[in-house]
């Protein structure tokens, strides 16, 4: 049982170019979230789902997109990387209504630098 | 607005001794915490969680403490052991929305 999976695990930017941060989880989960880890300021949500074709945004959305299309996928777009997206991000899943008794499983992280 | 707050970036304790981790919050309808244990290069792990009718949860050496009126929550760890060493966070659900928010994290030292 693989759990969640985030790929790549490491990626290096240039200012303005785009990416896709993977993330997928094998566990038929309703809930995934995508936050980022900043030195002092904690785990941050930029986005969030409750389920397949619906995301809302967290408290750093911009300059994020994401789409739920599948159950198990949640892909995370960079359009236009910026030095300030360098940043360590986490994606996250729950099966429960609220992810709360049970919990959130979170991937390893990917470490992305933007020069 | 930080709706999850941990005022103390780092705690170092002895082994064997008790490590008491604090959180503050400020949004009365988080019906859930969950405290949250993160080792270097690694994802962070479900620790133990409280609902807000309670005031207390134990798991082994783990206890979380609910207090509604002063909005704090705090984590009790005994014995310490070095193996505890890592971030901990405590996060919550603000209302009925499905997303979970965190604070800024406490940085624990359990020394030999």
């Known amino acids: 049982n693989a759990g969640v999976t985030q790929t790549p695990k490491f990626q290096v930017l240039k200012t303005g170019q785009s990416m896709t941060l993977q993330c997928a989880q094998d566990?038929?989960?309703?809930?995934m979230s995508w936050y980022r880890q900043d030195p002092g300021m904690g785990l941050r949500l930029i986005h969030y789902s409750v389920g397949a074709g619906i995301t809302d945004q967290g408290e750093v959305p911009n300059g994020y997109n994401v789409s739920r299309s599948t159950t198990e996928d949640f892909p995370l777009r960079l359009l236009s990387a910026a030095p300030s997206q360098t940043s360590v991000y986490f994606c996250?899943?729950?099966?429960?209504?609220?992810?709360?008794?049970?919990?959130?499983?979170f991937g390893s992280g990917t470490r992305l630098t933007v020069v | 607005d930080q709706q999850v707050k941990q005022n103390s970036p780092s705690l170092s304790v002895q082994e064997g001794r008790i490590s008491i981790l604090n959180c503050d919050y400020t949004n009365s309808m988080f019906d859930y915490f969950l405290w949250y244990k993160k080792y270097p290069a690694e994802g962070p792990t479900f620790l133990i969680s409280?609902?807000?009718?309670?005031d207390k949860n134990e798991d082994g050496r783990f206890t979380v403490f609910l207090n509604k009126s002063a909005k704090h929550l705090s984590l009790h760890i005994v014995p310490s052991q070095p193996g505890d060493s890592a971030v901990y966070f405590c996060?919550?659900?603000?209302?009925?929305?499905?997303?979970?928010?965190f604070g800024q994290g406490t940085t624990l030292q359990v020394k030999p």
């Open positions: 996250a899943s729950s099966r429960g209504a609220k992810g709360t008794v049970y919990g959130y499983t």
């Open positions: 409280i609902s807000s009718i309670k």
């Open positions: 566990m038929n989960h309703e809930y």
């Open positions: 996060a919550g659900p603000p209302g009925n929305t499905g997303k979970l928010i």
